[in-house]
């Protein structure tokens, strides 16, 4: 069982940055693929980024990439998503999610076992 919990979000003008951090309770969280997936209201939850245990690979949708960096620090149990340029459109819940290592999705919500409760990060423009 693995418990995960958000920080990090808050309220941002358009062009900022914030950090978002994903919190761990597993003794092995090494052994899991983390992502973060994103819910705007009256719309479904979709993915922003993962990243594998060992950080080697990471994946970003294509409406991120070049903005948002993931990444994790096994040491601390911690993931992150460091969101640069921050646009309107990137104002929702941002959840944590995680997953044992072993399966090959990493993309669609169904891939993963575990979530955090959210963290909401509104963009202004």
């Known amino acids: 069982q693995v418990q995960l919990v958000e920080s990090g979000g808050g309220l941002v003008q358009a062009g900022g940055s914030l950090r978002l951090s994903c919190a761990a309770s597993?003794?092995?969280?090494?052994?899991?693929?983390m992502a973060w997936f994103r819910q705007a209201p009256g719309k479904e939850r979709e993915f922003v980024a993962a990243?594998?245990?060992?950080?080697?690979?990471?994946y970003y949708s294509d409406s991120v990439k070049g903005r948002f960096t993931i990444s994790r620090d096994n040491r601390k149990n911690t993931m992150y998503l460091q969101m640069n340029s921050l646009k309107p459109e990137d104002t929702a819940v941002y959840y944590c999610a995680a997953r044992g290592n072993g399966r090959s999705g990493y993309s669609s919500k169904f891939d993963y076992d575990y979530w955090g409760q959210g963290t909401q990060v509104t963009v202004s423009s």
């Open positions: 990243i594998t245990w060992s950080s080697v690979n990471t």
């Open positions: 597993a003794r092995t969280f090494s052994s899991y693929a």
